[in-house]
């Protein structure tokens, strides 16, 4: 379902063998409702969150629950703005300052989910 199937439904149809063959239910209600984002979770490359000063590191976000149109923003620690979109972030060659907690924020316009931080530190 999607958001524009809300609407007024209901049935038509011929039953056979009597005067009137033409039928209709009653007519129903149908509101679809967006599902609000939750179970909002972190994976890390490499395992663990530990990565050596100039390599690579990627977070991604998952979802278990909601409906979209979905928008993803990744934060560190208690900035505001974001560092990236996507439930994807890569930093590559990390520095000395990449290290901290991590968080992504996902919407559906309505309603926001946070995940737990996830501290990544730069050896």
Known sequence: LQ???SGRYRCEGLVSG???PWRQSEMVK?????VPPSGVSLSVQPPGGQVALGDSL????????GTGPLSFTWHRGGSG???GTG???????????????????VSNGDIMAESVPLNVTVL
Do not use: K, Q
């Open 3 to 5: 958001l524009h199937h």
């Open 18 to 20: 009597v005067t009137s």
């Open 30 to 34: 149908v509101t679809v409702h967006r």
């Open 58 to 65: 990627v977070l991604s976000c998952a979802v278990a629950a």
């Open 81 to 83: 703005a974001p560092l």
């Open 87 to 105: 439930p994807r972030l890569e930093l590559r060659r990390v520095g000395d300052n990449d290290s901290g907690h991590y968080h992504c924020r």
